[in-house]
């Protein structure tokens, strides 16, 4: 199977919490894009691809966090792969910041960015 990734990831490890059917499931964050991320959890989640999920990424050594909606669109293993469905405007400040400060280069970031916010006008 072919991924089609438009969007640079960043390995950005950090506690994150999977929110399912009333029920917080503690894991790891891998990776993080604009698009999506990628968690990785010590127990089986009950959930399917494309089911959604609360999703909530800690900052380290703060007391901020991050709070999507995001899909499920591959689980391999203990790895679970979300696709972001649903963000507030805080949280994407956030995460533009958190993706500049990794790539180390404020145009590039601007540029996904940018493509982030038209991708739904090309469909």
Not at 62 to 82: C, D, K, P, W
Not at 86 to 110: C, I, Q
Request: aromatic share 12%; with cysteine; hydrophobic share 40%.
């Amino acid at each position: 199977m072919g991924e089609q990734r438009h969007y640079q990831r960043i390995r950005f490890r950090s506690e994150a919490d999977i929110n399912l059917h009333d029920t917080a499931y503690r894991c790891d964050l891998v990776d993080l894009a604009l698009q999506g991320a990628l968690f990785r959890s010590e127990r089986f989640l009950p959930i399917n691809p494309s089911e959604r999920a609360e999703l909530s990424i800690f900052l380290p050594d703060s007391a901020l966090r991050m709070n999507f909606t995001g899909e499920l669109i591959h689980q391999r293993g203990v790895f679970y792969g979300f696709l972001f469905v649903s963000v507030d405007d805080v949280t994407m400040g956030h995460l533009r910041r958190l993706l500049e400060l990794n790539f180390g280069d404020a145009e590039k970031t601007d540029a996904e960015f940018t493509q982030w916010l038209t991708r739904d006008r090309k469909n």
